[in-house]
């Protein structure tokens, strides 16, 4: 089965988090909520979540993708966190994916791993993200990378996200079950 990290930093926004998490994890990917500080972690609008893993105790080898929540600070900080920016760097080179919506390209952009890519962020982030083209289409696929807008896009890229991972029967029928397709 696939194994996704997704990484929570203090400010995260909680929609952006939580829907993707729900979903892959309805289809059976194994997701792993993985701290930079606290296994407590509050979002951008006041949920507090408990994270399964902290970065330290983390290996990062087992997992197939990585998945960035947007959402300010949270974003930021995990920008600012040289650990996630190795790991990241780390999973480009092996070409494994990577994904990041909202504010979180600026992440995937201090990694280095955005300037030859089209990319997409929630609005204004362009100008903090080095990149071969911007984009404002919902979620755009370069590569290993993949981004979105925000937080009304969240379940799109989720079903998205299942699609890559090659769960594309799960991705239809959950989008049927949701209500999400007629």
Do not use: W
Request: with cysteine.
């Amino acid at each position: 089965m696939k194994k996704l990290i997704v990484f929570i930093a203090e400010g995260f926004e909680e929609i952006e988090a939580l829907t993707v998490v729900d979903i892959l994890r309805r289809a059976g990917v194994t997701v792993t909520l993985c701290s930079l500080k606290n296994d407590l972690v509050k979002g951008a609008h006041n949920v507090l979540i408990k994270t399964d893993i902290m970065i330290d105790n983390l290996v990062f080898e087992d997992y197939d993708a990585i998945y960035l929540p947007g959402g300010l600070p949270g974003a930021y900080n995990l920008r600012d966190d040289n650990r996630v920016i190795e790991i990241i760097k780390n999973f480009n080179e092996k070409k494994k994916l990577i994904y990041a919506i909202c504010a979180a390209p600026v992440v995937l952009s201090k990694a280095g791993i955005t300037e030859d890519k089209v990319i997409t962020s929630y609005p204004g982030f362009d100008k903090e993200i080095k990149c071969k083209k911007y984009s404002e289409e919902i979620f755009v696929k370069d590569g290993n990378i993949t981004t979105s807008r925000g937080p009304a896009t969240a379940m799109p890229f989720a079903y998205e996200i299942l699609r890559q991972l090659g769960l594309e029967k799960e991705s239809k029928e959950l989008r049927k079950g949701m209500l999400f397709d007629k």
